[in-house]
């Protein structure tokens, strides 16, 4: 098995610090998104939307989309859970997951794809950009209430919540955006930065 990789891109870091808090080694394999190497055909054969990460089995079987390929595993190797440990937990750490990656990852994305346009053929777009920044306080808003003095995004135990979130925060650095996170975010993010995982 081994994992298609770009070290700046925060789908891919979200997988990594999964897999670094789970004591799991995949190898890597780095697909340079600069320069566009997800566009070769090769690459889309894997994945068809040219996108990282991508998990390639021994079969040959190529995996895509970032939480499907953490559910994989989670699935493989349930210990420590990352997703909960009870019906009511998992939604509560799917929900903030969700909350982190749908309303938070993909507004900083749209923001940085249309400011610094680091991708081959992209362009700024400021309409766009605007846009994308003024959706961001609110979910953050939500995240610094429902993290309140807990350790962790949803509570006591690191969860994928804290990979996605962490994985944002990293993007928001390169891309040179403050989130004017609340206190308890800003708490979480320096603790989180501190363990081993932070670094994968
Ligand atoms: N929903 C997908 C999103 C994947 C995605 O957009 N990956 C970005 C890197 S974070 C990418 O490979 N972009 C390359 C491109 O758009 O050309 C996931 O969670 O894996």
């Not at 770009?6 to 998104?33: D, M, T």
């Amino acid at each position: 098995m081994q994992l298609y990789d770009f070290p700046f891109a925060p789908n891919p870091r979200k997988l990594r610090v999964y897999l670094a808090e789970k004591g799991i080694e995949v190898p890597l394999v780095g697909v340079n998104l600069v320069q566009g190497e997800q566009r070769t055909p090769e690459f889309l054969a894997k994945s068809p939307l040219g996108a990282l990460p991508v998990l390639e089995l021994d079969d040959g079987t190529c995996l895509t989309e970032s939480l499907a390929i953490i559910e994989y595993f989670e699935e493989l190797h349930p210990d420590p859970p990352m997703i909960g440990a009870t019906p009511l937990e998992r939604a509560q750490v799917r929900r903030l997951e969700q909350i982190a990656t749908n309303s938070v990852l993909a507004s900083l994305g749209r923001l940085f794809h249309t400011t610094k346009a680091p991708l081959p053929g992209a362009i700024a777009n400021p309409a766009i950009a605007d846009a994308a920044r003024a959706a961001l306080p609110r979910p953050l808003a939500v995240l610094n209430d429902e993290i309140g003095d807990h350790p962790f995004v949803a509570g006591t135990k690191p969860t994928i919540a804290d990979c996605t979130l962490f994985a944002t925060f990293k993007l928001a650095e390169m891309a040179e955006v403050d989130l004017m996170p609340g206190p308890n975010l800003v708490r979480w993010y320096a603790a989180f930065s501190q363990r081993p995982s932070a670094a994968a």
